[in-house]
DNA sequence: TTGAAAGCGTTACCAA
DNA sequence: TTGGTAACGCTTTCAA
């Protein structure tokens, strides 16, 4: 509230309490052996001067900046925003902050992100990765920072992640599937290189063949080659209609209800469907979309906490490779009973 | 790649290189009147030692910090997403990196991460404000820190605003909605504290009460308190069910479809919807829903313009209001022709 | 073309 | 209970 713009620095509070440097310092950091009546004074000037104290220095001398750098593909992916705010929240309680990029997919910039955020002097680094594998080089870079790891193995020893059991859950909704009696499931999603994405796959392939059944799938290279009209095709395309779907993740399983929209199939009576994560309108569709639900409140909290112990401990621990489980929520879209009726 | 642990300095650089600190920092930054057989020494010497340049210094000396605060409510709506994808996209062609704060909906909260964030230094913020108006003392704090806030008009002279004209968008979306010969139209949101609602509210009023109909709404106080229960008493409450619903944001829309689909309302023929704010699954939905959409892009961009330029012109301009317009997009929920069939 | 020295705003080690 | 003084890692006069 300062007529002047400037803003006060301590030494200028020291100057205006009439005390030294190392008083004040003692003041705003509550420490022992200040007398109360020089205290006052202190708190005194700084309430006059509005003084409020400068993070980037206090972190320049302490050697620690209390800034977490969070690293993603996407945020309009609801899966990413829920983590993101659990990530925050878990983060605040330390009273630490977040330093955010968004990489749009492309691995190049994921990579620059990272070293940014190093030089930037983040104590730590929570990446969900945007391709397969972590480039290697990016990863180089961090030694020394700590870093967890969503949705991937970690690839080191140096780093720990906080990951689900893909390939299980995906056989198991599968399995589920065919317990419905469909024979002719297709897999639908995009970027194969993706670990998610991939492990998924072979878990849907395994559950097939353990059936007997023939695996089919539909995964473009990006998410953006995974076009609606794709889909359309895959459900014309043969004699043999798809009699349910398989989502890799949530945004293969929009397209995919609106292809299954567009080429008025009915669900579950023309095509099931049973999509990989949770969104935001799952249960306002009619039936309500079955899917595989990822803890994302728990996923961002562990991967916190994994993060502050690395600090703490210096990474005097080996990787810590935590797998948490997922669950699965059998709403009207797979064939189940329509619960959503009362 | 260093085997030791510690990060090399630029102090270290200089002496493995055999020159003087001002000379690597010379190269460093690119300087001229530099030998050309000095600077190959001096990147040797980086090379080897894996030098990085700590920008926390740096900023400090610099008095800038690159750094941009964002501060939001939610980061699960579909709109701030997209609005935060947009701004990190904008603040990174500038070099300057995101530090961001989610409130989760608490004025509160809200007021003590500005703090923080002036704390460290942020050279501008960007708030898209959780309550309905942004706490006084909140802004108080910020004098001599540019601000730009989204959805709601500057409060001071010294922020810039980036808006929509909410009542005015509401009102023709009504009037659209009455143009189908709907005349128990219902408005559906929460928080009327909040600039956007409150405006929307208004503008579905205006239009009402010109047709001459009479204004109907289900506005709850918070997020959380606008259950599903209670739109669904909504539908059936009166013996004159509503036979339209204007959604006042995207939260409120999902809702309601999922109260719909609990009362077995088909859209549009029981009961026709157009809700404020588009979201991923708006096209998936059968018919697809009516919205009203933000130039998510734009907003994200222009703010980040509008908070450099004070940034670099150092408050010498009065406060900009922008006001960008939106979009009417009429799918099927409205009650229009189904463009969604081929 | 190069370098010594003084800061940026804090904290921390010793004395007083 | 206090206060010099030296860092933290970097940039920036001003000389050489």
Redesign the pocket.
């Known amino acids: 509230m300062r007529g002047d713009s400037q803003?006060a620095?301590?030494?200028q509070v020291a100057r205006a309490a009439?005390?030294?440097?190392?008083?004040a310092?003692?003041v705003?950091?509550h420490e022992?052996?200040?007398?109360p009546?020089?205290e006052l004074l202190v708190r005194g000037a700084m309430e006059r001067l509005a003084?409020?104290?400068?993070d980037l220095?206090?972190s320049?001398?302490?050697?620690h900046s209390g800034v977490i750098g969070v690293v993603v593909p996407f945020l309009s992916h609801y899966f990413v925003a829920a983590c993101v705010q659990a990530i925050h929240h878990e983060v605040e309680r330390s009273h630490a902050t977040i330093m955010l990029t968004v990489s749009s997919g492309d691995p190049v910039a994921e990579a620059l992100h990272i070293r940014v955020l190093l030089r930037r002097q983040v104590e730590g680094l929570i990446i969900l990765p945007t391709s397969g594998h972590l480039q290697p080089e990016s990863v180089a870079e961090t030694i020394g920072t700590p870093v967890v790891v969503i949705d991937q193995p970690a690839p080191t020893l140096e780093m720990d992640s906080v990951t689900i059991p893909n390939r299980l859950a995906a056989r198991e909704a599968v399995r589920h599937l065919i317990g419905h009696g469909y024979k002719r499931i297709i897999a639908i999603g995009a970027n194969r290189n993706l670990h998610t994405i991939s492990e998924r796959l072979v878990g849907y392939r395994e559950a097939m063949r353990r059936q007997g059944l023939k695996p089919l799938d539909l995964v473009a290279n990006t998410e953006n080659e995974l076009s609606i009209e794709s889909i359309q095709k895959a459900f014309v395309r043969s004699t043999k209609t798809p009699q349910a779907v398989f989502a890799l993740n949530s945004a293969a399983c929009i397209k995919t209800l609106h292809a299954m929209k567009h080429c008025r199939l009915r669900i579950p009576e023309d095509v099931a469907l049973l999509g990989f994560d949770d969104f935001d309108t799952a249960e306002a569709f009619q039936p309500s979309i079955s899917v595989i639900s990822q803890p994302t409140e728990e996923i961002g909290r562990r991967a916190v906490e994994l993060l502050f112990k690395r600090i703490q401990k210096h990474n005097k621990r080996a990787g810590q490779r935590l797998v948490l489980a997922t669950d699965l929520l059998l709403r009207g879209s797979c064939g189940c009973g329509k619960p959503q009726h009362r």
């Not at 022992?32 to 007398?35: A, D, S, Y």
């Open positions: 803003k620095t301590l030494q009439g005390v030294s440097l190392k008083t310092s003692r705003l950091n022992p052996h200040v007398k009546t020089t003084y409020q104290p400068n220095a206090r320049l001398k302490a050697r």
